[in-house]
């Protein structure tokens, strides 16, 4: 200011020649001061604690799983077995003559029953889905056992297969993908062979019924 005496109040430059601005009151410099930079941040201790501003957090649900190393085998003679041999107690129901089992069902003999349980057929298809069973099991904890072999950090735990055999193959391939990038092939087969067995199974049970149906109407006489 060329007359500092003539000037009326107000905020003007530092007198000094510093940053930021006086308030002059029309006769002199008071002590209310204002800077015209804003104050440096505050520095934190390093106490381990990175500042919030400068912490760098990764996307949720972004974290890195564990990889196996490049060309790791996903498959094991164990996991196709499992895929393939829920099938096998299925195979003598075809063979069994259960059209028979229903026309004895229909009789009054207190005996028919139990010949029906006895038919060896029955008992086959029964023997074997429980074997099956526990070998499914045992198949699935050495697949597990051979995946950790391998090197596959995680496993999907091989106690599921005594809730559904498709339960364990599924979890297990998504685990397996997971880590190596591929490996879902025993899901579609095993999916594949289900529907297929299932399919089979409805179409022979109608026939069969179809058939009883037919047999049984035959068996009354016209009128």
């Not at 809730?163 to 092939?185: D, E, F």
């Amino acid at each position: 200011m060329s007359d500092l005496h003539t000037a009326p109040a107000g905020w003007y430059p530092e007198p000094n020649g510093t940053d930021g601005q006086r308030w002059w009151d029309g006769t002199r410099w008071t002590e209310y001061a204002t800077p015209l930079s804003p104050p440096p941040q505050a520095q934190y201790a390093s106490y381990g604690r990175v500042p919030q501003a400068q912490a760098q957090y990764a996307p949720y649900g972004s974290a890195t799983a564990a990889r196996v190393a490049e060309g790791t085998p996903v498959d094991t003679v164990w996991i196709w077995l499992i895929v393939v041999l829920p099938i096998l107690p299925y195979i003598p129901l075809f063979f069994w003559d259960f059209e028979s089992y229903l026309l004895q069902s229909m009789t009054t003999d207190p005996m028919a029953q139990a010949r029906m349980y006895l038919d060896p057929m029955y008992l086959a298809t029964t023997a074997l889905g429980w074997l099956t069973y526990g070998v499914l099991v045992w198949f699935a904890y050495l697949d597990m056992v051979a995946l950790r072999r391998l090197g596959y950090a995680k496993q999907f735990h091989w106690a599921w297969t005594f809730l559904m055999p498709l339960i364990y193959v599924i979890g297990r391939s998504v685990v397996v993908k997971r880590q190596a990038g591929y490996g879902t092939a025993p899901i579609w087969v095993a999916i594949t062979l289900y529907a297929a067995g299932f399919v089979g199974l409805m179409v022979w049970f109608f026939a069969i019924i179809a058939n009883f149906m037919s047999t049984t109407m035959e068996s009354y006489p016209a009128i």
